[in-house]
């Protein structure tokens, strides 16, 4: 997976702005930080934990542009 893709860290920087004590600024927060690998992890557990949640539904939404950058750039 290409989670720090320059199309991941477009949705992550947007997801930066929102207010800081915010589900999506923690996310941003939280991945930007994280290897590849530990970020691969983080998003697994956060879907399959946190099903039908906001913090479930932004992880699936990276995985899901992460496999568009990881198939783009094949």
Do not use: N
């Not at 590849?36 to 983080?42: D, L, V």
């Amino acid at each position: 997976m290409a989670i720090h893709s320059p199309l991941c860290e477009k949705y992550l920087a947007e997801l930066s702005t929102e207010p800081t004590g915010s589900v999506e600024f923690g996310m941003a927060s939280i991945i930007r930080r994280l290897s590849e690998p530990r970020a691969f992890g983080y998003l697994t557990t956060v879907i399959l934990d946190d099903q039908g949640s906001p913090a479930a539904d932004i992880a699936a939404h990276i995985w899901f542009l992460a496999a568009a950058a990881e198939e783009a750039s094949a």
